[in-house]
């Protein structure tokens, strides 16, 4: 299947070329190079600016190429797998707009959108040192007067504080108005009177070492009255809304890493030789390489379908980010944490194998559970929303035709209308709505296919335990305080319970288009191969016991070593890797000049699906 957002991803490897050659500025020993030094990639930035990638993090209403979130997740998630310090450090931009796509008036998006398409880094500034994530204590103020907004107070911990040209800063702007007192201002640097910020000094991290992680103080700084974005008082509530957009996208940053150690632990297993037999050929070693493919591909699976979701289901995405930004990242550091056992000492070593890439991954991935809203921020977030989530449960409620659009991935997606974004799912979510119709389904295509009787028997038990979970948020459906631990595992199960509602949606509803377009040459969807692990492991996840299926890991084995053997991405659709991509450009049709007539290669994505 030729779908459109893995085919921009490919102009885009293309256009980086080889990661494993060293002469290429975005490869792994250039990479490993920067973070030994603790060094900012700028070259690497300055290459993905001359191929459009901040084209990409601007909505195509306000001049950009973003027409869907499907294009982003993907541009990102090529980044990730090859570094994720370039695309925390890059992609911090589209993080830095969202506010204004969110709550800004024309002209405010317009004259942003501007400024990044010519390579404007922008910032997010939330975090102070004192109070962490809790938003509603931030003493950044904001002071109106007849010059504009005074602004004094410090964010620290702030990704491209001291890069950032441009800012957009919650600021109290009331003392006295509670969650009401607070505004977003885009600040914009180069206005600012000298002497009135002063920039924080780079923190030492453990992982990204290369990332700008500092922070900016201000002391004065007068700000016209037009930077004000959305309403005055309506600060947290643009910051929610935007925070529901950057969570979902930040799947892409542990989607790479999970393609990248994912890769390495292959050839590790297939190089290593131990008692006489291959590594692969180990009963426990190929059980950790398949229970990581399978956690990798229900990973992007949901990914995907939260991506459409932005479209599709818009006032659902309070449940669909918080569940897509505690999924991912905790999930990816499972599969890291079975990978590393896997390599063994090697995972460790710097230069001893893959250059010491693995020890990288590992690293800077340890962050992604705690940008936009850590674990427990996000599981929260999902207890707050449990009665509501029951009541619509119990009544077949949700947005189905947005869960159903969003699962077939030859449905068109129309613009985000940012309007439609809601702090609450008051009509509960159409995904899990969705598990029994997907369930009986499959069961439907079982009776007529014996080889899909192993996925139809997984999904009812994934539709039974999605009961049991909805009887666990009921017992806690009034824990908006002091929130029991017990609460947060249920929403934890709530999350795997998601996730399986939706990789059978996916499969559903896009298995016929898929297979049709691609037939033999998508040996994972055929015989439900990647549903039928991913929701083994998804049970498994759940406290379940294992389905068992050893003919569906067998043969995700081969297609994970036969996307290695060819170049290619192990995946849900065929995506070329660097050296592939770029042996392989795309068609001349399916690129365009630069508009601004700077030579720059801009990849479209105009390939019909």
């Not at 695309?87 to 998006?109: D, N």
């Not at 969570?247 to 006489?276: K, N, Q, V």
């Not at 509960?428 to 009986?440: E, H, P, Q």
Request: charged fraction near 25%.
């Amino acid at each position: 299947m030729e779908h459109p957002p893995y085919r921009l991803a490919e102009s885009l490897e293309g256009h980086l070329g080889d990661p494993d050659d060293p002469r290429r500025p975005f490869s792994y020993a250039r990479c490993l190079e920067l973070d030994e030094k603790e060094e900012f990639p700028a070259e690497i930035c300055a290459q993905l600016d001359s191929w459009g990638v901040p084209d990409y993090y601007v909505p195509a209403e306000h001049g950009g190429r973003l027409e869907n979130y499907e294009q982003i997740l993907h541009l990102v998630r090529t980044l990730a797998r090859r570094d994720l310090t370039v695309a925390i450090g890059h992609g911090k931009t589209y993080l830095g707009g969202v506010c204004v796509w969110v709550s800004g008036t024309p002209e405010q998006a317009r004259r942003l959108g501007g400024d990044i398409r010519a390579g404007l880094p922008v910032s997010l500034g939330l975090t102070e040192r004192a109070h962490g994530s809790d938003l509603l204590a931030g003493e950044v103020s904001g002071d109106a007067g007849p010059a504009g907004w005074r602004v004094d107070g410090e964010k620290w911990l702030i990704n491209n504080a001291t890069r950032g040209t441009l800012l957009a800063l919650l600021t109290r702007t009331d003392p006295d108005a509670g969650p009401r007192g607070f505004s977003v201002l885009l600040v914009d640097k180069r206005e600012l009177a000298e002497g009135t910020y002063t920039h924080l000094d780079k923190n030492r991290t453990h992982g990204i070492r290369g990332a700008d992680i500092s922070g900016i103080s201000f002391d004065g700084a007068l700000v016209p009255r037009s930077a004000l974005v959305g309403a005055v008082g309506g600060g947290v509530e643009t910051v929610l809304k935007a925070l529901q957009l950057t969570r979902t996208m930040c799947a892409s940053l542990s989607l790479g890493a999970a393609d990248h150690a994912l890769a390495i632990g292959l050839d590790f297993a297939e190089e290593r030789t131990l008692y006489g037999r291959q590594l692969a050929d180990l009963p426990q070693a190929r059980h950790v390489l398949v229970t990581a493919a399978a956690d990798a591909l229900a990973h992007e699976a949901l990914a995907l379908v939260a991506s459409r979701q932005v479209h599709t289901a818009t006032a659902e995405l309070s449940v669909t980010a918080a569940v897509t930004k505690y999924l991912l990242p905790s999930g990816t550091e499972r599969v890291l944490a079975d990978l590393t056992r896997l390599l063994g000492a090697r995972a460790f070593l710097k230069g001893v194998y893959a250059g010491g890439m693995f020890q990288k991954v590992e690293r800077d991935h340890r962050i992604v559970g705690l940008f936009d809203g850590n674990t427990l921020v996000n599981l929260n977030s999902v207890v707050n929303q449990f009665r509501s989530l029951v009541r619509a449960y119990r009544r077949g409620r949700g947005d189905l035709a947005g869960a159903n659009a969003a699962y077939d991935l030859a449905a068109p997606l129309a613009p985000l209308d940012p309007a439609g974004l809601s702090l609450v799912a008051r009509q509960g979510s159409g995904v899990t709505a969705s598990l029994a119709g997907s369930v009986a389904e499959v069961r439907r295509r079982a009776a007529a296919d014996p080889a899909l009787a192993g996925l139809a028997d997984a999904a009812q038990r994934a539709l039974a335990a999605t009961g049991r979970v909805h009887d666990e948020m009921e017992r806690h459906q009034d824990a908006l305080g002091d929130v029991p631990p017990a609460a947060f595992e249920t929403a934890r199960r709530y999350a795997l319970c998601y996730a399986a509602a939706a990789c059978l949606g996916l499969w559903t509803r896009s298995v016929d288009t898929v297979l049709a377009a691609a037939g033999p040459t998508a040996p994972l969807w055929r015989d439900g191969v990647w549903a039928r692990t991913a929701l083994d492991r998804l049970l498994v996840r759940l406290g379940e016991p294992g389905t068992g299926d050893t003919e569906a890991y067998g043969a995700l084995l081969e297609g994970l070593r036969r996307s290695r053997t060819r170049g290619e991405v192990f995946s849900l659709l065929p995506l070329r890797g660097g050296a592939a991509a770029a042996a392989h450009p795309p068609h001349a049709e399916e690129s365009t000049a630069d508009d601004a007539g700077d030579g720059a290669r801009k990849e479209a994505e105009r390939t019909p699906c």
